[in-house]
């Protein structure tokens, strides 16, 4: 079973942390068997899986099914699931009942947007036995606030406030920090300062860790493609190739073939 310690450890010897951000049982399965660390139920699932604009549409309910969901495919791995939009902002009951449905569902730890403004909810997660991961820079479910999906942290009062962030998290006992888009020399004085694991997303090489969605990296959607995202495969043509070879076959009687039919 992989464990916060786990990470902490990695850390520690400079061995680089991968989280893979997924949402299903059969996905989860299949990055249980490969060298990923950690998987990430995010709250991207409420765009990716759902079709939603923006992830202020993930729910509770919908995290903790993605979150049963790939705890059982992936029994042994280190799951951290989000906490939906505006949870941490709702005040200590309101994000413990809910970090203890995400626990209840598989999780192992918790991830949460931000912190100035609910450091009592990190706080009281973390004495509650919640492992918290902090999520700083380019917070998704912020995205109305800043105007679109822009780096965060290039002005030096930006990156200062960001810095101050990370230092807040460790000191109220976060286990990690992912930072997303921010600049790579941001995300390296923070991971240099900073004891606990530093995993990034579009932050440069500086972090202790990557981490991507997926899809992404397996290019499922033809049309995604951020600077910060290598695909790693060109799924959407397999898909795509994949289907029309099935509907031709099928057009042309060509399937199922005699030893695919049953008896
Ligand atoms: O929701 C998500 O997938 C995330 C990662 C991009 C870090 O938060």
Known sequence: MKTITDLARARRELHPIVMIAAYDALMAR????????????????????????????????????????????????????????????????????????LMQAGATAVKLEGVTGHEDVVARLVESGIPVMGHLGLTPQSVNQFGGYRVQGREPADGERVRREAQRLEELGAFAIVLECVPAALSATITEERTIPTIGIGAGIGTSGQVLVLSDLLGLDAQFQPRFVRRYAEGHTVVHEAVNRFARDVRAAQFPAREEVLA
């Open 30 to 101: 299949i990055v249980a068997g490969t060298e990923a660390d950690a998987i990430l139920v995010g709250d991207s699932v409420a765009m990716v899986v759902h079709g939603h604009p923006s992830t202020v549409h993930a729910t509770l309910d919908m995290m903790a099914a993605h979150t049963a969901a790939v705890r059982r495919g992936a029994p042994d791995l280190l799951v951290v699931a989000d906490l939906p939009f505006l949870t941490a902002r709702r005040g200590v009951a309101v994000a413990l009942e809910a970090a203890g449905v």
